[in-house]
């Protein structure tokens, strides 16, 4: 019953997964599913949601027995809280686990320790240890901080009108548009072995922050949610204190570097 059970459990998975999606089995009753064209987290929860219900719905074998079961779901994104395979399945399972620990049958989606303190954070500090070596990237770096610091301070004050946030918003992500086509020219002088993949995940962010503004703008979400996302997974958690950037600090690291006129 054991082998059959698991048949089916891959097969009504697969039946709400679209063709670009993956279901693998990663040991004993555990599963992973891959989603690419799930850009943001609401479109992963939604897809989890229906796998949850299709594996609530009881499984009746030949002999006519009924087997019940329910699922525990942990989502976790791609490049948002993870840039790589080993830290995206330890996240899946850490959200797995508080999904089991809330009473099973759940969903949970994985959540970075930025963007628990965000809400409360109204200034963003620059520290030498940021600096990465490369004089362009480190004053656009500063730059861009200062920034997203005014917009978080624009943000909390009660007067405040949201066309004025969503200027300042407007003109922090063209900066940080015009900082990453900057920085992968730079990266690509010095041969990063990575800068495909950093090329990726910049656009990847560009894109979701313009599918948040849309939504914004249409009423869906809160400008608010808008803001949290550029400050904790673009600024927190890409350029800065948990980021991709740091990966490349190494370059600039071998040898003193000088200011490229591009």
């Known amino acids: 019953a054991g082998d059959w059970l698991l048949k089916q459990v891959s097969q009504r998975m697969l039946s709400v997964l679209?063709?670009?999606?993956?279901?693998?089995?990663?040991?004993?009753?555990?599963?992973?599913?891959?989603?690419p064209d799930a850009k943001i987290a609401e479109h992963a929860l939604n897809i989890a949601e229906k796998i949850r219900l299709e594996l609530e719905r009881p499984f009746v074998m030949n002999t006519g027995i009924t087997l019940s079961i329910s699922s525990s779901i942990g989502v976790v994104m791609y490049p948002e809280n993870a840039d790589n395979s080993r830290d995206l399945l330890r996240f899946g399972d850490e959200a797995m686990?508080?999904?089991?620990?809330?009473?099973?049958?759940?969903?949970?989606?994985?959540k970075n320790p930025a963007k628990e303190i965000i809400p409360n954070i109204?200034?963003?500090?620059?520290?030498?240890?940021?600096?990465?070596?490369?004089?362009?990237i480190d004053a656009e770096h500063q730059e861009i901080l200062k920034k997203a610091s005014h917009l978080l301070q624009l943000s909390a004050q009660s007067r405040t009108v949201q066309t004025e946030v969503m200027d300042a918003l407007d003109q922090l992500l063209d900066d940080v548009a015009h900082h990453f086509a900057h920085e992968e020219i730079i990266l690509a002088q010095f041969d990063y072995e990575?800068?495909?993949?950093?090329?990726?995940?910049?656009?990847?962010?560009l894109e979701q922050a313009q599918l948040l503004k849309e939504q914004v703008e249409r009423g869906e979400i809160s400008l608010k949610g808008l803001i949290?996302?550029?400050?904790?997974?673009?600024?927190?958690?890409?350029?800065?204190?948990?980021g991709a950037d740091k990966k490349f600090f190494y370059l600039f690291s071998k040898a003193k570097t000088k200011k490229l006129n591009i």
């Open 122 to 136: 109204i200034e963003l500090i620059w520290h030498d240890e940021f600096l990465c070596g490369q004089s362009d």
């Open 228 to 242: 949290e996302y550029v400050i904790s997974d673009v600024i927190v958690g890409h350029l800065r204190l948990l």
């Open 194 to 205: 990575d800068l495909q993949q950093h090329v990726e995940q910049h656009a990847h962010l």
């Open 18 to 35: 679209r063709k670009t999606d993956t279901v693998a089995r990663v040991g004993g009753d555990e599963f992973v599913v891959l989603l």
């Open 97 to 110: 686990y508080y999904a089991k620990k809330g009473g099973r049958n759940k969903i949970e989606l994985f």
